[in-house]
């Protein structure tokens, strides 16, 4: 009896330790400490407390840089960072991407007035428009029989009728078969953007690792000033909302959404993001992925912390 309970003690202590470090863990991720003196020699001050005049450019290239050419796609002039949009672009597609290939959107928030390539206190990301993937095989209509998908476009079916007759399915590359084995390009019809909107004053010795390559800082003076956080959201870019691109499509639509963040939640969303890009590199499937980003993007943060705790203690 006194081993048993010695024993089922030692289990509570282990779990309640593992619960206590979890949550120091979590504090950890979204608390920041400040600087404790704005006007000391260690502090970052925000490049955004000035109140500057920005513009957000938006373009597209076939490779992560502009070495291959470049396209303007969306400008938005006088570039509020606190006042959340959307905005529908009508995206030309190359024909390198059309034949299978990639398409990058490069995100640009500069002063306005200025060339993006030629203002020196810009700041950029790249966004992959395109990914890679098994197309979804057709759905059979219990009521019609048909063995497509309601809504369609007809040139589609006729275009798959004709993959699937025999002529076809003769050619070395042809049959609908040998197409639905092998990845193919996918457009990603959104693109979330997020800015931290907090005036956050930074302290050089407790300067977060996670923020540490968002930072991109210059001298003003004797004060160290960063130039906004900016943040491609990539746990927003869901399976439902990837296209299939037709090598007949000569573009297609792209929904630009913005909003600023919390500094506490971007930390968060950047190790989220990292573990979903992590278990990718172990060999999960975009659709794997969706799972588990359909967890933090469909579910608030709150409630599920809620749940994780009151699963834990039951």
């Avoid at 956080?229 to 399976?239: A, I, K, M, P, W």
């Avoid at 439902?240 to 930390?267: C, M, Q």
Wanted: proline share 5%; glycine share 6%; net charge neutral.
């Amino acid at each position: 009896m006194f081993l048993k309970t010695s024993f089922t003690t030692l289990i509570v202590g282990v779990f309640v330790v593992y619960v206590l470090h979890t949550c120091w863990v979590m504090y950890g991720i979204v608390y920041t400490k400040p600087c404790d003196s704005p006007k000391g020699d260690n502090c970052i001050t925000p490049f955004l407390a000035g109140n500057p005049k920005l513009q957000l450019s938006i373009y597209t290239s076939v490779k992560p840089n502009a070495d291959g050419g470049h396209t303007l796609i969306h400008r938005e002039e006088n570039f509020d960072v606190n006042s959340k949009f959307e905005r529908i672009v009508n995206v030309s597609l190359p024909k390198k991407t059309r034949n299978n290939g990639t398409l990058f959107a490069l995100i640009f928030v500069h002063q306005a007035g200025l060339n993006p390539w030629q203002d020196p206190r810009q700041v950029h990301s790249v966004a992959q428009l395109t990914t890679y993937m098994v197309p979804k095989p057709p759905e059979i209509s219990l009521i019609s029989g048909e063995d497509q998908p309601q809504g369609q476009k007809k040139e589609e079916q006729k275009k798959k009728q004709h993959d699937s007759s025999p002529a076809a399915g003769t050619g070395a590359k042809g049959g609908a078969t040998a197409s639905s084995d092998h990845p193919v390009s996918h457009w990603r019809s959104r693109l979330t953007l997020n800015i931290v909107g907090d005036h956050f004053v930074f302290d050089r010795e407790y300067l977060p690792s996670d923020v540490h390559r968002y930072l991109r800082v210059f001298q003003n003076g004797k004060k160290m000033v960063y130039l906004p956080l900016l943040f491609v959201d990539e746990l927003s870019n869901r399976v439902k909302d990837l296209v299939e691109i037709n090598s007949t499509a000569t573009e297609l639509p792209l929904t630009v959404s913005y909003d600023s963040i919390s500094l506490g939640r971007l930390r968060f969303w950047i190790h989220m993001q990292d573990a979903v890009y992590s278990l990718q590199q172990f060999g999960f499937t975009e659709k794997d992925a969706d799972e588990i980003k359909g967890i933090f993007v469909d579910t608030n943060l709150y409630f599920l912390a809620l749940t994780f705790f009151v699963a834990a203690f039951h």
